[in-house]
């Protein structure tokens, strides 16, 4: 889980394995936006899911989202040595998307 | 394709200079920039929201006198760091927005070290 955690949580796994972050949020929210983060570049949008969304997915992305427990998920499916980055869950309280709240990051790391 | 480009990428400063860094949304028409600081451990934070027709709006713990920000349109935006202290290192996220859209493109940030 992303918030209430004090430094970034890191998870190492096998290329071909799946794998499941979790994050958990504390104020209301349209949207969780998921980012990954590559070593020396800014976050980059990967997937989205709405509040009126379960479940999304994209190619090997699947994302989850609880309202009323205030929590979502990323799961990626046969992960490969490039998805090695740090994954952060964001939210927006105003609803807009323009003052995103990030939670403190996953660092994934995928060995061959 | 929106992107978002930010320079310098890195810049070192001596304790007590500023600093200025720049932003530049390009390929789409972006309706406000929101800049953050991610420290050496990873976190975020928020410095300041610009949206068009509205003043910019700095969050708490940071303030115009320290981190004035300027903009002739939202698509080209700077903000200066000034009397940087060690506190202030880190990674500084260029954040836009196009009106509509739901989500933020970021530049690839200004890493500022302070000696």
């Known amino acids: 889980s992303q918030w209430g955690e004090e430094n970034l949580q890191a998870l190492s796994i096998q290329e071909g394995e799946d794998v499941t972050m979790n994050c958990s949020y504390k104020?209301?929210?349209?949207?969780v936006h998921w980012y990954r983060q590559d070593s020396g570049r800014g976050p980059a949008l990967i997937i989205l899911i709405r509040s009126n969304e379960r479940e999304k997915r994209s190619g090997r992305l699947r994302a989850t989202l609880d309202t009323s427990s205030q929590s979502s998920s990323l799961s990626i499916t046969a992960a490969q040595c490039e998805d090695t980055a740090v994954y952060f869950c964001?939210?927006?309280?105003?609803?807009?998307?323009?003052?995103?709240?990030f939670g403190k990051g996953t660092q994934l790391i995928i060995q061959p | 394709g929106a992107l978002v480009y930010q320079y310098p990428r890195r810049t070192i400063c001596k304790s007590g200079t500023s600093m200025r860094m720049e932003c530049q949304a390009v390929g789409f028409q972006a309706t406000s920039v929101a800049w953050y600081r991610q420290s050496p451990q990873k976190t975020f934070e928020l410095i300041a929201l610009s949206t068009v027709n509205s003043a910019i709006k700095y969050e708490q713990n940071f303030t115009q006198e320290k981190f004035p920000i300027s903009h002739p349109n939202l698509s080209f935006s700077s903000m200066t760091v000034l009397n940087a202290y060690l506190e202030d290192r880190g990674l500084y996220l260029c954040g836009a927005r196009e009106g509509g859209a739901d989500t933020q493109y970021f530049g690839p940030g200004t890493r500022l070290l302070v000696l």
């Open positions: 104020t209301y929210t349209t949207v």
């Open positions: 964001a939210t927006d309280r105003t609803g807009g998307a323009d003052r995103l709240t």
